[in-house]
């Protein structure tokens, strides 16, 4: 599977940002799909996870309320949208999948990773 992620960029605090995933090379519907954020210096953590079929979502307790994780079949896209974006959201975002499709929280479950996409929220 191969995972190319887009989207990120500068923004004020406050903003809003939509983050893609673009998957390939499997079966799309049968993966769950998931973000991961590393700050400078820190690990990487989970940000939000949607099960193979989009029925279940699940995110880090500081960013509900305000993150969307959301997917399309026809597109083999996940999104991430963000609102109300503050500094401690500045990171690098990371795309991956499961394969198993059931959601998952630890980084070191994801059987796949797409390349980082930059994100910083200035104050």
Not at 38 to 53: H, L, M, T, Y
Not at 79 to 104: H, V, W
């Amino acid at each position: 599977v191969q995972l190319q992620a887009s989207g990120g960029g500068l923004v004020q605090a406050g903003s809003s940002l939509r983050l893609s995933c673009a998957a390939s090379g499997r079966t799309f519907s049968s993966l769950a799909m998931g973000w991961f954020r590393q700050a400078p210096g820190k690990e990487r953590d989970f940000v939000a996870v949607i099960n193979w079929s989009g029925g279940i979502t699940e995110y880090t307790d500081s960013v509900k309320g305000r993150f969307t994780i959301s997917r399309d079949s026809a597109k083999n896209t996940v999104y991430l949208q963000m609102n109300s974006l503050k500094p401690e959201d500045t990171a690098i975002y990371y795309c991956a999948a499961r394969g198993d499709g059931f959601t998952y929280r630890r980084a070191y479950e994801s059987d796949y990773w797409g390349q980082g996409t930059l994100v910083t929220v200035s104050s």
